[in-house]
């Protein structure tokens, strides 16, 4: 995921620091991918969703990742 041009690093820490939401960021070891999508600078940010992630946390992240593009 990414939020307009704004470095993956820093989503992540915003994540982890105002909603306590864990996720990587980086190219995920896939430099070509992100070459072909012209985010080879910025990254991407990556949830690792799972069998036991509820829908309440789906959600949290989505209003997270809302009030973080809205402020930026």
Do not use: W
Not at 38 to 47: H, N, S, Y
Not at 51 to 64: G, Q, R
């Amino acid at each position: 995921i990414n939020i307009g041009d704004m470095d993956s690093g820093e989503i992540t820490f915003l994540l982890d620091s105002e909603y306590d939401i864990a996720t990587r960021s980086g190219i995920h070891c896939a430099p070509l991918a992100h070459k072909t999508l012209g985010t080879l600078e910025q990254g991407a940010v990556r949830f690792s969703m799972g069998y036991f992630n509820t829908k309440e946390e789906i959600d949290s992240a989505i209003e997270a990742l809302k009030e973080i593009s809205n402020n930026n």
